[in-house]
């Protein structure tokens, strides 16, 4: 009989090999899917298609690396906010409207020449995701209104403004009625940090807002704020922290942060505002962040974990005619095993011969 | 001699640890025994055992003189072993006649089950309508039908776990008087307690354990209630005094709170009116749940107050949130350990920041110094005697006594110029608890002042130089104690003044 036996401490080994766990499970199970369901096809021609290609090669590195900025920063904000049991599900809508918000700017000073135009467009960004998640802030804090359906369903609100957006004021006034804005100018559009690709310097910023994450999560007050509201209400009252207060930080900043995730999209890889904005990155950061286990330093790999996966799962798609849906069920697989494996953190399995 | 019931080299470990050591116990006919022994002494195993949801490593029992192993407590039950729980089972929705008719087999709720119940409840004086909803009952006539249920299954013996725990100094009386009759009409008692007085009023023997093992089976009489204090923890006891009572002006005091509960199943405060004085104890006594945690959340600024009716040390206290009153030099030990003091999925390092006040160094502009709070952990963890491997070790994992000792020294390293701590002592061991009083009175005799809110009475009448009794969500007077102070307080509890 296997039983699961509660630990003093948190295992440190565990921490650590949980994760590689989970992935070595996903493996096998992805082997074992392939195997049944792939008729002649080589099912290591595939994993290496999916797996270690997208390494191989510096086109293929680089768009995974421009795959896994926004990621890590929704992440980011993501992880901050579930640590705090305050369920933001809504990032998709807080980065579509961040990226309109950020755009708009962008596209006021058409033509204007600036250093200073990419910042304030970020800070747009920024403060339209912060808008549109204190929406939700502000309707839990006063109404208690579950924030988990506020923001999932201002995501499909958001989806329609951009859309009426871009058949509106921000259409393209000489781009024969395409719902699409104008090409953004040379002063609106990210700089980019490897000669020949598409990278740009979101993935800096991202490195540097998790430094900074890590140590307000770690160092600051702030950090255990967000952690006891999460896990100990009454705690949190005890220890004289504002539970509005929390449900408003974690929101704003998760919502600033998809918001900045938009933005940086619009203005970098995309360089135009589409109807092609949202990319489900909102929802998949959600995985980012519990593969991370809310860690602001693991968002930084989990991001790139999940972005390999979206490459590699492009790759198939071209190569072998695969659907696209292998990159879901992959990315799925993953995040169930990894919570399952997690218990092994808190619990460790004994056996025990049965008694009588 | 011929015994009801014989225990004979019990044994049983988990792992490591003996939980029962070669215990033996012999039970007389008609006798009321008492098993008395610290937290983890053992004596639940124990107890376990003889109701059948434990098997033995080693040992033997012999129940009315044949061998005695039961496989459930059913078997236990079957055989005449009822067994009265510290936690009640019982469902407040129904009458006190339904909630006895479904823990029986075989019965069916008629007439004659009503009488039956009248009956034994006049034969034992356990007062009780079988009409009434549980729900509405207080927790001694809660009791009382759980014992009721028992007596109707015809025990000879009756295993009581704690019973007096939650009841008025009245209700322990009249249950002892019930327990003797019991015992007159043959039916023998294992009385679990560790509160020693009562044992020695009570019981004609008792087994005492500690740390698994049999340290003693005596007539509780022979021995002092501090001899026996004392073979159940192992060590001296020091006495309780006060050394240095000086007090001075009013340093806190509440005028005229009343409050509106939100819950729905709160109690509402009406005007209560307090004052706490430098360098004394002040207690408020009373049965839990009437008020306790409504005054506590408003103590400790979980709900902050309207002007004019929190004062401490001269200001206006009622806006302020927990860390702003302790910033103050005021601070609070809540009753309720896990998910109010203290975050039980953290370590005790982060546990300390729950309470940070500036000059603790803590945090500085927010800021945490890790090496300090590690330093002040280690210095609760061994000025309070907190046993744990390290400093990160996760609050659940803590015993409760333990983690009282923590949650007790993080406060005091702050030395509070007001302390307001709600039942200090609760489910903590006697060795443990005989050390927080101490660091209590120590803290008073200092000059600080000190608010305790409990419902153990003898806790209340030995720290305590001024004391109230809070009932329905009103707080009495101070009590004059030196006529009758106590029949007064039990009257006050029961909320029936004059």
């Keep these: ?356 | 001699m011929n015994y009801q019931l014989q225990i004979n080299n019990i044994t049983k470990s988990y792992g490591d640890l003996k939980a029962n050591d070669d215990v033996s116990l012999n039970i007389k006919p008609s006798s009321i025994h008492a098993l008395l022994g610290e937290n983890g002494a053992g004596k639940s195993t124990l107890v376990k055992v003889i109701y059948g949801s434990l098997l033995p490593d080693r040992g033997e029992m012999k129940w009315l003189g044949k061998s005695y192993s039961p496989k459930n407590p059913f078997d236990a039950r079957e055989q005449g072993i009822a067994m009265v729980f510290q936690h009640f089972s019982l469902f407040e929705s129904l009458t006190v006649e339904e909630n006895i008719v479904l823990g029986l087999d075989g019965v069916r709720l008629d007439e004659n089950f009503t009488e039956k119940i009248i009956k034994y409840s006049k034969q034992y004086g356990l007062d009780i309508n079988p009409h009434q909803v549980v729900g509405d009952l207080s927790v001694g006539a809660r009791q009382r039908v759980e014992i009721i249920r028992c007596l109707m299954q015809n025990p000879k013996l009756l295993i009581m776990d704690e019973p007096t725990s939650v009841l008025t100094p009245q209700e322990v009386s009249d249950l002892f008087i019930t327990l003797r009759k019991l015992a007159d009409d043959g039916c023998s008692i294992l009385y679990i307690s560790h509160k020693l007085e009562e044992v020695r009023q009570l019981c004609s023997e008792a087994t005492i354990l500690r740390g698994g093992k049999l340290v003693e089976s005596c007539i509780p009489q022979d021995f002092s209630q501090q001899e026996l204090a004392e073979m159940m923890i192992g060590k001296k006891l020091i006495q309780l005094a006060r050394s240095n009572i000086n007090t001075g002006e009013d340093i806190f005091s509440i005028s005229n709170l009343s409050r509106k509960s939100d819950d729905m199943f709160g109690v509402d405060l009406k005007n209560i009116s307090l004052s706490v004085m430098k360098g004394s104890i002040v207690g408020i006594a009373g049965v839990a749940g009437n008020g306790q945690d409504e005054l506590m959340e408003l103590l400790i600024g979980e709900i902050t107050s309207p002007p004019g009716i929190l004062s401490f040390k001269g200001g206006d206290i009622g806006n302020l949130n927990s860390h702003e009153r302790r910033e103050l030099s005021m601070f609070f030990i809540p009753e309720e350990r896990l998910g109010h003091g203290a975050v039980p999925d953290m370590g005790l390092n982060e546990n300390m920041l729950l309470s940070r006040p500036q000059k603790s160094e803590m945090t500085s502009y927010g800021v945490i110094d890790w090496q300090n709070v590690e330093t002040l952990t280690q210095k609760v963890i061994s000025d309070f005697d907190v046993q744990t491997f390290s400093t990160k070790m996760l609050a659940k994992s803590l015993s409760g006594g333990n983690l009282q000792k923590f949650m007790v020294g993080r406060e005091l390293i702050q030395n509070p110029e007001l302390l307001i701590v709600a039942q200090p002592t609760w489910g903590v061991d006697a060795g443990s608890a005989n050390n927080i009083h101490q660091a209590l009175i120590a803290l008073a005799d200092q000059g600080s002042a000190i608010l305790i809110i409990s419902q153990d009475l003898d806790e209340i009448l030995s720290l305590c130089e001024q004391i109230h009794v809070l009932s329905e969500g009103s707080l009495s007077t101070a009590v004059d104690m030196t006529s009758k102070g106590l029949d007064k307080i039990s009257q006050l509890m029961v909320g029936s003044e004059d």
């Design chain 1, 1 to 356: 009989m296997i039983r699961l036996i509660p630990r003093v401490e948190n295992s440190t080994a565990m921490i650590l090999l949980s994760p590689l766990l989970a992935l070595t499970l996903t493996a096998i199970s992805a082997y074992l899917i392939f195997v049944s369901i792939l008729v002649d096809i080589e099912v290591s021609s595939v994993f290496y298609t999916l797996f270690v290609e997208p390494l191989t090669d510096s086109y293929y590195l680089s768009e995974l690396l421009v795959k896994a900025a926004p990621l890590m920063i929704i992440g980011l904000g993501l992880s901050i906010g579930f640590r705090s049991g305050v369920w933001n599900i809504g990032a998709e809508g807080q980065y579509v409207i961040g990226g309109i918000a950020g755009s708009a700017v962008g596209l006021y000073f058409y033509d204007v020449e600036g250093f200073w135009i990419i910042p304030l467009m970020a800070l747009a960004g920024i403060l339209g995701g912060m808008f549109y998640a204190g929406i939700a802030a502000f309707l839990k804090t006063r109404y208690q209104v579950n924030e988990i359906l506020v923001t999932l369903m201002l995501t499909y609100v958001a989806v329609l403004f951009l859309s009426a957006m871009l058949q509106g004021p921000l259409r393209n006034p000489s781009g024969f009625n395409f719902p699409e804005s104008r090409l953004f100018h040379d002063s609106a559009l990210l700089p980019i940090i490897w000669e020949g690709t598409r990278l740009h310097i979101g993935l800096v910023v991202a490195i540097i807002l998790s430094l900074i994450a890590w140590f307000g999560i770690k160092k600051h007050i702030f950090g255990m704020q967000i952690k006891i509201s999460g896990s100990a209400p009454r705690a949190a009252k005890f220890a004289g922290f504002n539970d509005n207060k929390t449900v408003w930080y974690s929101l704003l900043i998760s919502g600033g942060l998809a918001g900045l995730a938009g933005l940086f999209e619009a203005a970098g890889p995309a360089g135009q505002l589409t109807p092609g904005l949202p990319q489900f990155y909102g929802f998949t950061a959600i995985i980012v962040a519990f593969l991370a286990r809310l860690h602001p330093i693991g968002v930084l790999f989990s991001s790139l974990l999940i972005a390999l996966s979206y490459v590699g799962g492009e790759n198939v798609q071209i190569d072998y005619n695969l659907p696209k849906s292998i990159t879901q069920i992959f990315q799925g697989m993953l995040l169930f095993y990894f919570l399952a494996c997690d218990i092994l953190i808190k619990y460790k399995v004994v056996l025990f011969k049965t008694i009588r």
